[in-house]
């Protein structure tokens, strides 16, 4: 009531946290419960999430003995009964349910949010994050979905970034493509953006590193709502609901080739591999990399460069220096080189590539031992008296922007595979080590 509690208190009100853990002092009109007692009261609408489809995401496999294999979880939605036909989402296997155990003895039926662990009577192939759902209507299964966030980290939601999604029991590997647009929270309208910042709300594209089975949150709240963490930190960076697929990802299949990477490299003679190489503007990093190509080269090792300013004169000559472009341009170059070792070369790429999330998305492209990450380290003091191409003494002036280094973060590798030390290490001494280091891992063979 705006004539006992005025508009003007509504604000000071939710500042100060009346009502929300004790009863105020300052609202003697409201008797109701505080609103950690309304929470700590509040009954879920079982009748509701019972009368949806069979939802039964499988927490664990539990197996006592060698004669028991039982699937383990919370049912989602819906009722379970021994005899139901079933189907596994996203694999799409079949089978029938003979048994509902819990610890007080077999069930006839369950029905959500109780626990149990279902017998099926085939032995097929289930795991850890799939869902069991009635077979007439089972979940969907996509890897791209659109979907709204709520941002809840310092560090901004930007396009390329990777975070782990984690949708009741499946945890996968998320890759922010398009940010479609921000909303405003005082309109609700769409706002062109870039990227998310704290407490913002956005559209987003997201792709996962694998097929998940989900439901529309608007169908189901349990199968539907995500959590983004952050990889670093392990930290919960953002909330989200998945609306629908992006049904571009159902024309697309992997075609698989009978001239494999084996075969290639067995043509080459040589194994292949990138050696991705890190560092400071003016580190030596372009030098390094050009003496080792020539080195590999006199070896008869077929090698590419792929050079950060090299390919932003083609390949990423779209791309700026913000936050959001340098973590594009990162993952355009680490998906062509993870082509090229798949082609049997030995890639060498020189970027700064300042983020290690970006330097950690662009690992877990390759298969282990394939991607060498390379600390070209040099105080910044040095980096800037060098300064070849003159760009630190433009990014003191004011005249360059998202300078690393200057008013840029650069993050240093915690465990690269080597460092090396510019300056006390000159150039052809580091590319011999690096040289070294191929023969060791044996990328490279002994002449």
């Known amino acids: 009531d705006d004539d006992v509690f005025p508009v003007e208190k509504h604000a000071e009100a939710g500042v100060h946290g009346e009502n929300v853990t004790t009863l105020s002092e300052r609202m003697p009109w409201y008797a109701g419960p505080t609103l950690?007692?309304?929470?700590?009261?509040?009954?879920?609408?079982?009748?509701r999430i019972?009368?949806?489809?069979?939802?039964?995401?499988v927490q664990w496999i539990n197996r006592p003995s060698a004669d028991f294999r039982g699937l383990a979880g919370t049912l989602a939605a819906g009722t379970v009964r021994a005899g139901d036909r079933v189907r596994v989402m996203p694999s799409g296997l079949t089978s029938t349910v003979t048994r509902i155990v819990t610890r007080s003895g077999d069930l006839e039926a369950a029905s959500a949010p109780a626990s149990v662990t279902l017998l099926l009577a085939d032995d097929i192939d289930v795991a850890r994050g799939e869902v069991v759902c009635a077979e007439d209507a089972p979940a969907e299964a996509?890897?791209?979905f659109q979907a709204t966030v709520v941002w809840m980290d310092t560090q901004p939601l930007l396009?390329?970034?990777?975070?782990?999604?984690?949708?009741g029991s499946t945890v996968a590997t998320a890759t922010v493509m398009p940010i479609r647009h921000r909303i405003d929270i005082h309109t609700l309208t769409p706002v062109a953006a870039e990227r998310?910042?704290?407490?913002?709300?956005?559209?987003?594209?997201?792709?996962?590193?694998r097929v998940i089975a989900f439901d529309p949150y608007v169908a189901n709240r349990e199968t539907g709502g995500f959590i983004l963490i952050d990889r670093v930190t392990n930290l919960t960076a953002g909330a989200g609901m998945l609306h629908f697929a992006l049904r571009r990802s159902d024309n697309l299949r992997w075609q698989d080739l009978e001239v494999d990477k084996a075969a290639r490299?067995?043509?080459n003679g040589h194994g292949s591999a990138v050696v991705w190489l890190t560092g400071l503007s003016g580190a030596g990093k372009s030098t390094i990399a050009n003496l080792l190509e020539k080195r590999l080269y006199a070896r008869g090792v077929r090698t590419y460069l792929l050079d950060g300013d090299n390919v932003r004169h083609g390949l990423n000559k779209d791309l700026g220096f913000t936050a959001q472009d340098r973590v594009e341009n990162i993952r355009r170059v680490a998906e062509v080189a993870r082509l090229m070792v798949d082609a049997g070369v030995v890639v060498i790429?020189?970027?700064?590539?300042?983020?290690?999330a970006e330097r950690r998305m662009a690992r877990e492209l390759f298969a282990g031992g394939e991607f060498i990450e390379v600390f070209v380290d040099i105080p910044l003091q040095l980096a800037e008296q060098r300064d070849p191409k003159g760009l630190y003494a433009k990014a003191r002036r004011g005249e360059l922007k998202n300078f690393t280094g200057i008013d840029s973060a650069y993050e240093a590798p915690?465990?690269?595979?080597?460092?090396l030390d510019t300056s006390r290490v000159a150039a052809a001494a580091a590319a011999d080590q690096l040289v070294q280091h191929l023969l060791q891992m044996g990328v490279i063979a002994r002449q």
Do not use: K, M, W
């Open 36 to 47: 950690i007692q309304l929470l700590e009261t509040a009954q879920l609408d079982s009748a």
């Open 50 to 57: 019972r009368g949806l489809p069979l939802r039964f995401p």
């Open 142 to 144: 996509a890897s791209q």
């Open 159 to 167: 396009r390329g970034r990777s975070y782990l999604l984690r949708i």
């Open 196 to 209: 998310l910042e704290l407490n913002e709300i956005g559209e987003v594209e997201l792709e996962l590193d």
């Open 265 to 267: 490299r067995r043509l």
């Open 349 to 356: 790429a020189a970027l700064i590539s300042p983020f290690r």
């Open 414 to 419: 915690e465990h690269p595979e080597l460092t």
